[in-house]
């Protein structure tokens, strides 16, 4: 079991989404160190005041994620779906609102890019690139279709999709960019397609996290070591360190919040300022 400091970052008592249902697809991790971008949201999510369905493909790890909050005293359940299929993906949405009656906000945490194979346009299989448009556009662009019906009967919700910093930046992986980039469009679709009926849409486009994902695949793909790596990202950042799980889970945590109530169709970078080295 991953032990969580209280006392870290992504610790506070404000309860800014109190009474809501969170869904949160990606809400387990991958194996490695630290904490992935998924489960730091349905921890802070949970420590706001959320309950929160968490859904991962591997049921062990959306368990791992949901029994975290459960021992701090917050209110979470597992399950399981693959989001390349509509099926398990409605599933899970009609799980949320059969158990706790309404969903109030949906949150998009997956992604696959290195561990599937992906590269340079010329080098990757169509097998490849079917792939990275099913999980990286696809999965996010289902959840939405079957969770905006509830939310429109609804009149309220908030949806926050994650994309990437590749999405607008340089990138060695053609299938993860060209997907995320339309992950971006979509957000700005159905934001202005939806704030009729309340509901507010913003994506956030993280740069070099560290994270277990993204760290642990380059370290074994690569066979560096983790800190070589982390070392090597945190000199590419202005801000000279490379950012955390924490520092995405804050920024949807607000959007997800009544804080951010005149906030919709944005695309936000969380990059430590990287971009402004790469235009």
Same mark, same amino acid.
Request: glycine share 10%; charged share 20%.
């Given at each position: 079991?991953?032990?969580?400091?209280?006392?870290?970052?992504?610790?506070?008592?404000?309860? #800014?989404?109190?009474?809501?249902?969170?869904? $949160?697809?990606?809400?387990?991790?991958?194996?490695?160190?630290?904490?992935?971008?998924?489960?730091?949201?349905?921890?802070?999510?949970?420590?706001?005041?959320?309950?929160?369905?968490?859904?991962?493909?591997?049921?062990?790890?959306?368990?791992?994620?949901?029994?975290?909050?459960?021992?701090? %005293?917050?209110?979470?359940?597992?399950?399981?779906?693959?989001?390349?299929?509509?099926?398990?993906?409605?599933?899970?949405? $009609?799980?949320?609102?059969?158990?706790?009656?309404?969903?109030?906000?949906?949150?998009?945490?997956?992604?696959?890019?290195?561990?599937?194979?992906?590269?340079?346009?010329?080098?990757?299989?169509?097998?490849?690139?079917?792939?990275?448009?099913?999980?990286?556009?696809?999965?996010?662009?289902?959840?939405?279709?079957?969770?905006?019906?509830?939310?429109?009967?609804?009149?309220?919700?908030?949806?926050?999709?994650?994309?990437?910093?590749?999405?607008?930046?340089?990138?060695?992986?053609? %299938?993860?960019?060209?997907?995320?980039?339309?992950?971006?469009?979509?957000?700005?679709?159905?934001?202005?397609?939806?704030?009729?009926?309340?509901?507010?849409?913003?994506?956030?486009?993280?740069?070099?996290?560290? +994270?277990?994902?993204?760290?642990?695949? #380059?370290?074994?793909?690569?066979? #560096?070591?983790?800190?070589?790596?982390?070392?090597?990202?945190?000199?590419? $950042?202005?801000?000279?360190?490379? %950012?955390?799980?924490?520092?995405?889970?804050?920024?949807?945590?607000?959007?997800?919040?009544?804080?951010?109530?005149?906030? +919709?169709?944005?695309?936000?970078?969380?990059?430590?300022?990287?971009?402004?080295?790469?235009?």
């Amino acid at each position: 079991m991953t032990s969580i400091d209280k006392n870290a970052a992504g610790w506070t008592r404000s309860k #800014r989404v109190e009474g809501k249902v969170a869904v $949160v697809f990606g809400g387990g991790q991958s194996a490695g160190e630290g904490i992935g971008n998924g489960r730091a949201a349905c921890i802070r999510f949970a420590r706001e005041g959320a309950r929160v369905l968490v859904v991962n493909r591997g049921i062990d790890s959306a368990e791992e994620t949901a029994q975290i909050i459960r021992d701090e %005293g917050g209110e979470a359940f597992a399950f399981t779906a693959d989001v390349t299929r509509e099926d398990e993906i409605i599933a899970a949405l $009609v799980e949320a609102v059969r158990r706790w009656g309404s969903l109030d906000i949906l949150h998009n945490n997956v992604g696959v890019s290195l561990a599937a194979g992906d590269g340079e346009l010329v080098e990757i299989s169509a097998d490849v690139l079917d792939h990275q448009y099913r999980v990286n556009f696809r999965g996010i662009a289902l959840a939405c279709k079957h969770a905006l019906p509830i939310m429109r009967q609804q009149r309220s919700g908030a949806i926050v999709n994650i994309s990437s910093a590749a999405a607008v930046g340089l990138s060695p992986f053609a %299938g993860y960019k060209a997907a995320k980039a339309a992950v971006n469009a979509l957000t700005e679709q159905l934001a202005l397609e939806n704030a009729k009926y309340g509901i507010r849409i913003n994506a956030i486009m993280p740069g070099l996290i560290a +994270t277990p994902m993204a760290v642990g695949t #380059r370290s074994r793909n690569w066979n #560096r070591s983790a800190a070589d790596l982390i070392a090597e990202r945190s000199a590419k $950042v202005p801000l000279g360190k490379a %950012g955390t799980s924490w520092d995405i889970a804050n920024l949807a945590l607000f959007l997800a919040s009544d804080e951010a109530s005149f906030i +919709t169709g944005e695309c936000i970078l969380v990059d430590g300022g990287r971009i402004l080295n790469r235009i």
